[in-house]
């Protein structure tokens, strides 16, 4: 099994995160051809995205779908809760991050020369941001994690995409708050923060991020 693709995506954090708490040791490596447009990668994934996962010579991509193709053929241990509710509320939170947090992003990338910010789209895109966690903290169930008291893959999903928002968005180059700020959501990341399975894959992604920004602020 090869996973492709950076840490510092959220997306490969959630999946290398998932492998963690699931026992494997799951690293990412570079995509073939060295980019996500080669044709090498593009031929194991015509997505062009990261992650892809390749089995035995077939590759297929999109995050989750890697956490479940995991969860399916890994079974000693499970990375969701027993209980069919409760696994419920995990893949929810995995799927707002997804489908409402996730999609808040991309007006902050576009946005973040103060210059020439459309200051209208950014505030929006705030307020959305801000009732997307709000949609997240109502998914999860009893604490401290997003249910229960080990990690499943709502954290993996919500815990590096929280990272990218404190540091890119909320870390004062926008005026936005911080979204870990109500007592559930601060008691998540606590949990979160003192999990060894988690707090490596987090500290991994964090660095490779802070190394892109650096990269990406140098280009500009
Ligand atoms: N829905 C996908 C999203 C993956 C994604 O957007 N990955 C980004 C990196 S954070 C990417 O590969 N972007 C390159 C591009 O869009 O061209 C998943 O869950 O895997």
Known sequence: M??????????????VM???IKGIDLPAQETPGG???????????????VP????????FGESTIICDYLED???AKSGLPKDPLDRARTRLVARIVDLYIAQQLGPFFRNLNPATRDAAAVEAAGKELA?????AEHAMGPGPFCVGAAPTLGDCALAPTTVLVRKIIAGGKFDVADPVSTPRLKAWWQAVEGNADCNGVLAAHTA???AFLKTMAGRR
């Open 18 to 20: 998932y492998a963690k």
């Open 208 to 210: 490779a991020l802070e």
């Open 131 to 135: 009732k997307a966690y709000g949609y």
């Open 35 to 49: 980019s996500l447009k080669s044709p090498e990668y593009l031929k194991l994934n015509p997505i062009g995205k």
């Open 52 to 59: 892809a996962l390749e089995v035995n010579g077939q590759a």
């Open 2 to 15: 090869k996973l492709y693709g950076s840490i510092a995506s959220p997306y490969v954090a959630r999946v």
């Open 73 to 75: 053929t890994q079974t």
